[in-house]
């Protein structure tokens, strides 16, 4: 077949610089590293549960433009769904739908395999057997188990536009016609309604712009796009907002999407008061920047909801080096940014261009249907999400290449590692710091002639085990029996009930009996409207657990009066103790989670009923220390001999402190219970002597193959509530791989009860 080129493909999109330079960072990394061998490049993981971020809401894709071109028979198509959505597949379960503006017919601008068809046209006719072929594969996914659904738009129907196509404006600039503004909100919430009350699908939030800081969406761009002036997305916050209320639709409202994550702070804060009071949910994409801290930062201060809503990258199809990347982004999105989401862009993408991105690559020009091939990334994506299920809460892992996470009910411990180097790298995984484990290690493997490979299981020892990475190569450790005690989560049943702190408060009648499989076999119910519970608690995030059913409505779900997220709970089976949401993270202090029943469901449940499980609540107070934050005064670092300093993109607060030099040191006093270290892995950094309390030191190296900011480093064991002292001192060794003896500092966090 003709092999395009990749400007062919992605002519202008500002995608394709992301796949350029991601494919020079990666070539640039292998040819300036030393080779790492399994002996010199030994080191010890620890693995920590009383280190928790995030709650993992779970994995998704969009599905534009992909969707709307697979016309194949239902055989076919149900065939490649399971890849996707089903448990056998990569299990996706959050769904991004594509409302298509429609392009103008007199038109020939967008590329065939972009064109999306839309639902109304300028005389106001609405045609609902349009997108059908999206329609058919959203609702397969929902028939898998997706649990997630979002709706977005790329453009306005061309004839809403200033342009009178969907390609964007003539000469960039807004698109959206002022005329226009309350047709759009009409147009984009009749959408939503008619999906929740013909078709059965309840969108959980409606995103109206995409990437409106990005260079694209001029007029005679080849894909749907609208640029949008932060007063006209105001304007539009508002009157969608508006239409969701006059037409009794849950659903909430997501923005902005921009492009580069180095806008993201700036534009949450140059929307209106009006306009943030109704966003629920900020959404970012990563294709460009590195201040991931900031806008992590930012949605912690505001109560806000925080998604990484896209991401694509592309290569070979059989090479490592896209799935490698892939993984990178995932650990940068999951670990740095906090996401409690990933989703990315087309899981599916055209073979007859010679597509380098997507997970799947097949035709999408009619020709060849029903064939398929899956490329290393979707192998890739599996050992992340057929693993890491929602529900799962990430913890520390100090190494900068491995996410971890664990589900405590199911008492199963995921961790998924990543060896980018040119060599294979020996690991030990220290997992003492888990109280109970009865299991033993099954991996999974992605490498070079590897696709999702169970291998032998692996036998612990002491609570530790010992695996070799091979070069270029995402390894899957899954432990079962895996139990701890962890004080700062608590777990509260919904017949605690009451007023107080950690009590589910309810509102009007509830129902209450015993149920198999809930978490203490019982449960409230109710499908009345308007009945509520609420729990109060001191803490940093809270989780709600329920059932499942097809005879379940919809909740309205929020937290401290913030704008309200709709949770469907409905599902074709009834499952219980299952997530059904995860706050965002927030500020350490007393807060409230509150509950309302709608009375409201989707087309296909039977009833609006809402159940009531259990809460979990992550407790205490965590305080950040940046490293500027010099002194010899609790909480702030105290120096010992000449540090550099400055700036650093991708740090917490984009600066650091490091130096080489051979007994310099830093202490900082700090009362508490635990205390983390936070700084740069990279492949120029040594090994330093860490204390606490004047106790025997640890050595613990900094080395990683390439650099990762704000990386976990050290993790105390858990101490008495008192005052303490950490001491880390540079050792001027390194191992043989690494070509220096640099210890950075990022920032330290103290948790306290």
């Given at each position: 077949m003709k092999r395009d080129t990749l400007w062919q493909c992605y002519p202008w999109c500002s995608r394709c610089l992301r796949l350029i330079i991601t494919v020079l960072i990666l070539a640039s990394s292998a040819i300036s590293s030393a080779p790492v061998s399994a002996q010199s490049a030994d080191r010890t993981i620890i693995v920590d549960p009383a280190v928790h971020y995030q709650t993992v809401e779970g994995w998704g894709t969009s599905l534009a433009w992909w969707a709307d071109k697979i016309g194949w028979s239902d055989a076919d198509r149900n065939k490649l769904a399971d890849e996707i959505f089903a448990a056998s597949g990569l299990h996706l379960n959050i769904i991004r739908y594509n409302i298509g503006g429609g392009e103008n017919p007199d038109y020939n601008y967008l590329q065939p395999r972009r064109k999306m068809p839309g639902f109304q046209s300028a005389d106001g006719t609405w045609d609902w057997s349009a997108d059908a072929n999206q329609r058919w594969m959203l609702h397969a996914a929902q028939a898998r188990g997706a649990t997630f659904f979002e709706a977005f738009a790329n453009s306005p129907p061309y004839w809403m536009t200033n342009s009178g196509s969907v390609s964007g404006a003539d000469g960039g600039g807004d698109n959206l016609d002022p005329d226009h503004y309350d047709n759009f909100a009409h147009y984009l919430t009749e959408v939503v309604k008619h999906y929740r009350d013909t078709w059965g699908v309840s969108f959980q939030t409606l995103s109206p712009f995409n990437e409106p800081d990005s260079g694209w969406g001029d007029l005679g761009d080849i894909q749907e796009g609208c640029r949008y002036q932060t007063s006209t997305q105001n304007t539009m916050i508002e009157r969608i907002a508006a239409q969701l209320d006059e037409k009794g639709l849950d659903t909430a409202i997501s923005a902005s999407e921009v492009t580069n994550i180095n806008n993201a702070t700036a534009a949450f804060n140059d929307l209106s008061s009006t306009a943030k009071a109704e966003l629920a949910q900020i959404n970012v994409h990563t294709y460009g920047g590195d201040k991931r801290a900031a806008i992590r930062e930012l949605a912690v201060q505001n109560n806000r909801r925080l998604w990484l809503t896209e991401i694509g990258m592309g290569g070979s199809e059989t090479s490592m080096t896209p799935g490698l990347a892939l993984s990178r982004e995932i650990l940068l999105d999951m670990k740095t940014l906090q996401s409690p989401a990933f989703v990315y862009w087309q899981v599916v993408e055209p073979e007859e261009l010679d597509a380098t991105w997507g997970m799947i690559h097949a035709y999408l020009d009619g020709t060849n249907p029903g064939w398929y091939e899956k490329t290393k990334q979707y192998y890739v994506m599996g050992q992340y999400s057929k693993f890491i299920r929602p529900g799962y809460r990430v913890i520390g892992v100090t190494d900068s290449g491995a996410l971890a996470a664990w589900d405590a009910h199911a008492q199963k411990l995921t961790i998924v590692a990543t060896n980018s180097s040119t060599s294979e790298t020996t690991l030990t995984y220290d997992l003492s710091r888990f109280g109970t484990i009865t299991g033993s290690v099954t991996p999974y493997r992605t490498s070079a002639n590897e696709n999702l490979k169970q291998l032998s299981n692996i036998t612990l020892s002491n609570k530790t085990f010992t695996a070799t990475l091979p070069a270029n190569s995402v390894t899957t450790f899954v432990v079962s029996g895996v139990s701890a005690t962890v004080g700062s989560i608590l777990n509260v049943n919904n017949n605690t009930t009451g007023t107080g702190a950690n009590q589910f408060n309810y509102s009007g009648s509830w129902s209450y009996g015993s149920q198999s499989g809930a978490y203490q076999s019982d449960n409230h119910w109710t499908g009345t409207s308007g009945r509520s519970f609420q729990v109060t608690f001191s803490g940093t995030q809270i989780n709600l657990y329920g059932a499942r059913s097809p005879k379940h409505g919809i909740a309205l779900v929020s937290i401290d009066d913030q704008p309200a997220i709709p949770v469907d709970y409905y599902a074709a089976t009834r499952t219980d103790n299952v997530l059904m949401y995860a706050s965002p993270q927030?500020?350490?202090?007393?807060?409230?989670?509150?509950?309302?029943?709608?009375?409201?469901?989707?087309?296909?449940?039977?009833?609006?009923?809402?159940?009531?499980?259990?809460?979990?609540?992550?407790?205490?107070?965590?305080?950040?220390?940046?490293?500027?934050?010099?002194?010899?005064?609790?909480?702030?670092?105290?120096?010992?001999?000449?540090?550099?300093?400055?700036?650093?993109?991708?740090?917490?607060?984009?600066?650091?402190?490091?130096?080489?030099?051979?007994?310099?040191?830093?202490?900082?006093?700090?009362?508490?219970?635990?205390?983390?270290?936070?700084?740069?892995?990279?492949?120029?950094?040594?090994?330093?002597?860490?204390?606490?309390?004047?106790?025997?030191?640890?050595?613990?190296?900094?080395?990683?193959?390439?650099?990762?900011?704000?990386?976990?480093?050290?993790?105390?064991?858990?101490?008495?509530?008192?005052?303490?002292?950490l001491r880390v001192e540079v050792t001027g060794t390194k191992n043989s791989a690494s070509s220096n003896t640099v210890i950075p500092i990022d920032r330290i966090e103290v948790r306290s009860p």
């Open positions: 927030l500020q350490p202090g007393t807060h409230t989670l509150k509950v309302e029943v709608t009375g409201r469901k989707n087309s296909v449940a039977s009833g609006t009923v809402v159940t009531a499980d259990r809460v979990e609540v992550a407790t205490g107070n965590v305080t950040h220390i940046n490293d500027n934050a010099k002194g010899s005064g609790t909480n702030q670092i105290n120096y010992s001999g000449s540090w550099s300093s400055g700036s650093q993109t991708g740090a917490y607060r984009e600066d650091n402190h490091w130096t080489s030099s051979s007994g310099r040191s830093f202490e900082i006093s700090f009362s508490g219970t635990k205390i983390n270290l936070y700084a740069a892995q990279a492949s120029n950094n040594g090994i330093a002597a860490i204390s606490i309390d004047g106790g025997t030191a640890t050595n613990v190296d900094f080395y990683a193959p390439s650099r990762f900011d704000e990386a976990l480093v050290y993790s105390s064991p858990v101490l008495a509530n008192s005052t303490h002292t």
